[in-house]
Every structure is written in C-alpha cells, then in structure tokens.
C-alpha cells in the first residue's frame, strides 16, 4: 500500500481490542490507548500486553515525555489515597469543564490531573519542559495536580516585547 508517495504495511486486525470505544495513538514508542487499556505495538504491528490505565479518557495524546488524557471530572484519589475536593474548585457552576491528565510515558503514572475546558486541547512542551495547552487561553500545566493552570497573556507579553511606535 502506498500513502502520498510513501510505502505503508497493513498490521493484523487488533483483535485484543475488539470492544474498545475510543482508540488513540502514542509515539515514542509507537501505542495504542483503548478505553483503560494500552500495549506497545510491536515491530510486526502486533499488540505487546495490554497494561491498565489509571483512567477512562474521553481524548488521549502526547506531548513530550508524556501521554495525556481528558477524563470525567469524577472524586479524583491523590497519592496517598485521600479524595481531591473537585467539587470545592472554584471554577463557576456555569462552566462545563473536565480533567487533564499527565502520565508519565514509560510507566503509565500520574504526574498531574487538572481542569480544563475542553475535551480535545492542542498541546506543547517547551525547552524548559513546561506543558501548555490551548484550553480557553493558552494555559501551562503544573506538576501539582488539582491546581488551576495558569493563564499566559499573550497579548502582554507581545505588548511588552514590541514598543508601539507613534
């Protein structure tokens, strides 16, 4: 098979995930997230194990050296298995939002879960390794979950880099 010029090989059917609703890629190396589950694919495009994720998420990616995803804002459990106060946030009871979670790439741990406002955020990382995501307004995220993710100004910021001339 060839794709705009360039040649493609067709893996086997993905048989292990033949239930899963909602599929996303992750590179560096190349998996699949199906629903709670993700595997390695192998060099003959087969599944390695499926390992559990520690959430259900809605859209999934990568940016860095991370894998996230947007889940459900349901009681989130920290480290020490204390439930996180979702619902004390105070983020307006008119605003629909969600969960963003960082996992780190090679063992599948949470970094950090924060709120957003939408369910597909495009997302970077910077040199100094700062995640920021287009979430209404361009926002980092912390490493200290259940933490507001900062709003950067750009239009300041472009403001304070460019004198106005008169």
Same mark, same amino acid.
């Given at each position: 098979?060839?794709?705009?010029? /360039?040649?493609?090989? !067709?893996?086997? =059917?993905?048989? &292990? @995930?033949?239930?899963?609703?909602? +599929?996303? #890629?992750?590179?560096?190396?190349?998996?699949?997230? /199906?629903?709670?589950? !993700?595997?390695? =694919?192998?060099? &003959? @495009?087969?599944?390695?194990?499926? +390992?559990? #994720?520690?959430?259900?998420?809605?859209?999934?990616?990568?940016?860095?050296?991370?894998?996230?995803?947007?889940?459900?804002?349901?009681?989130?459990?920290? +480290?020490?298995?204390?439930?996180?106060?979702?619902?004390?946030?105070?983020?307006?009871?008119?605003?629909?939002?969600?969960?963003?979670?960082?996992?780190?790439?090679?063992?599948?741990?949470?970094?950090?879960?924060?709120?957003?406002?939408?369910?597909?955020?495009?997302?970077?990382?910077?040199?100094?390794?700062?995640?920021?995501?287009?979430?209404?307004?361009?926002?980092?995220?912390?490493?200290?979950?259940?933490?507001?993710?900062?709003?950067?100004?750009?239009?300041?910021?472009?403001?304070?880099?460019?004198?106005?001339?008169?």
């Amino acid at each position: 098979m060839t794709i705009t010029g /360039a040649p493609a090989t !067709v893996g086997p =059917v993905l048989a &292990d @995930l033949p239930d899963a609703h909602r +599929r996303f #890629l992750a590179a560096t190396p190349l998996r699949v997230l /199906a629903d709670r589950r !993700v595997a390695r =694919v192998q060099p &003959d @495009l087969t599944l390695g194990p499926l +390992r559990r #994720l520690p959430k259900d998420f809605l859209t999934a990616g990568q940016v860095g050296p991370y894998v996230w995803g947007v889940h459900h804002p349901t009681a989130e459990i920290n +480290r020490n298995g204390g439930l996180l106060p979702v619902a004390n946030l105070d983020f307006g009871s008119y605003r629909q939002f969600w969960m963003f979670t960082l996992l780190n790439s090679d063992s599948f741990e949470e970094v950090s879960t924060t709120t957003i406002f939408t369910t597909w955020p495009s997302s970077t990382i910077d040199a100094a390794g700062t995640v920021w995501i287009l979430a209404d307004g361009l926002r980092s995220i912390l490493t200290v979950s259940m933490a507001w993710p900062p709003l950067l100004d750009v239009a300041a910021l472009l403001e304070a880099a460019v004198p106005l001339r008169e």
